[in-house]
């Protein structure tokens, strides 16, 4: 059996579109077409994707093409790879350059895919393909890792090169190329919301996620336009403003799409927190808990929005919500079980240690909640979080009657040195 008999096989047995699959498998519905009718030969990390997405168990994989393995370069193969360097800077220079686009050049590429990317831009109408969304896919990937290790810094230039190729060969392509980019553009968008959120930069942050918001509605994406909603609510837990958070968890709950469940879990537990806040009944949160366990306990997906959620983070946003509800001795054991380091990403982690720093304190020991924000701290610094240290400075406000402990002595001094 060919590669497009078994995917089309496989689609036909569990009834999915190719938008559907698309989506899920991150590239464009009208390659999957010919990918069906076997006019495409798929890449190894495209049928991959299509594996994954169906669950073929392997099956769709097997039957891509081999890729070259990369051989050890030998000394005769230097001078070809000067050629190539060179062939490559005169690429830049002449139309990423020229364009102001030089940040989407920066993650390490190969030639073929400049020449791809810069023929596009040149002549979107007949050259931006599903390869094109494909590589800015990619690039996304790749800035999201980096932010997890280095923070925003580094990925912001990425990010702003990304939306301008993206604008750009936008505004001249195909129409159902267009609706893919501007797919990925969204997703961008909403990505760079969440990087000047980590900045404390909320003014960017709400900017680039109204533009997640038209992009989404451009290419008829409704569970983004339900995602940054969610994502919005989010960033109200910065300024703790309850009201904000619960209207706009509610709205994404409400509103005319289909999340993934895991998404549908953290809103959930984000409307719970908002009640938290307000001081509602416990009997209205934790019925919302629960309901927010069990949308998790259901999620199967590997890939699309929130693939970054996971057990351990739904935990400690219960946690959060168990100590803004008051009960601070059972988010003290929820955090002494899920704040662990191979759970989470560095700067991440730095975050919830801000965050646990607070519940220490409410827990009378305010030289362990000291302890706690300095290791924050130092985590912060390292990731370029400022957002983690914004934590700090609330938690040294709330230290100040114990001004003279030797451990909060110590992160003041940390603060200001």
């Known amino acids: 059996m060919s590669f497009g008999e078994l995917l089309l096989s496989l689609m036909r047995e569990q009834d999915v579109s ?28 495209i049928a991959q994707n299509l594996d994954r997405a169906l669950n073929a168990n392997g099956r769709l994989a097997a039957l ?62 007949r050259y931006a393909d599903a390869e094109v969304v494909s590589y800015f896919r990619r690039q996304l990937d790749d800035c999201a890792k980096r ?29 159902d190329v267009r609706r893919s980019l501007f797919q990925v553009g969204a997703q961008v968008a909403e990505f760079i919301g969440w990087l000047y959120r980590d900045a404390t930069m909320p003014d960017l942050a709400n900017y680039w996620r109204d533009r997640a918001v038209e992009w989404a509605q451009a290419s008829r994406d409704l569970p983004m336009q339900g995602y940054v909603l969610l994502k919005k609510s989010q960033a109200a837990w910065d300024d703790r403003n309850a009201v904000r958070m619960l209207t706009l968890a509610e709205a994404c709950q409400d509103g005319p799409w289909e999340l993934p469940l895991r998404v549908q879990a953290e809103a959930v537990q984000q409307e719970a927190r908002g009640r938290a806040m307000l001081n509602d009944d416990p009997s209205l949160i934790e019925p919302r808990l629960k309901r927010a366990r069990e949308l998790l306990a259901q999620d199967r997906e590997t890939t699309g929005l929130a693939q970054h959620y996971n057990e351990a983070t739904f935990e400690l946003q219960i946690a959060i919500c168990y100590c803004e509800a008051g009960d601070v001795e059972r988010a003290c054991e929820m955090y002494s079980k899920w704040l662990l380091p191979k759970f989470f990403s560095r700067r991440d982690y730095g975050y919830f240690l801000a965050l646990k720093s607070n519940v220490d304190l409410k827990m009378n020991a305010p030289s362990r909640a000291a302890s706690t924000a300095l290791e924050a701290l130092a985590v912060a610094r390292e990731t370029n979080s400022a957002r983690t240290h914004q934590e700090v400075l609330r938690l040294a406000q709330e230290l100040r009657p114990w001004r003279e402990d030797g451990k909060v002595r110590e992160l003041y001094f940390s603060i200001i040195s």
Do not use: M
């Not at 989506?23 to 990390?45: G, I, V, W």
């Not at 230039?157 to 190729?165: F, K, N, R, T």
């Open 147 to 175: 932010d997890q290790v280095y923070g925003p810094k580094q990925s912001i230039p990425i990010s702003l090169g990304l939306v301008a190729a993206i604008e750009e060969i936008a505004a001249e392509a195909k129409t």
């Open 18 to 45: 190719f938008r559907e699959l698309a989506r899920k498998a991150h590239c464009n519905h009208s390659y999957l077409s010919k990918l069906s009718r076997n006019e495409h030969t798929p890449s190894e990390r």
């Open 64 to 125: 891509a093409p081999d890729e070259p393995k990369k051989r050890p370069k030998a000394l005769s193969d230097l001078l070809p790879n000067l050629e190539e360097w060179e062939q490559t800077s005169e690429l830049l220079r002449r139309t990423f350059l020229k364009r102001g686009l030089s940040a989407i050049a920066l993650p390490a590429v190969g030639l073929d895919e400049l020449r791809h990317i810069a023929a596009a831009l040149q002549n979107a109408r």
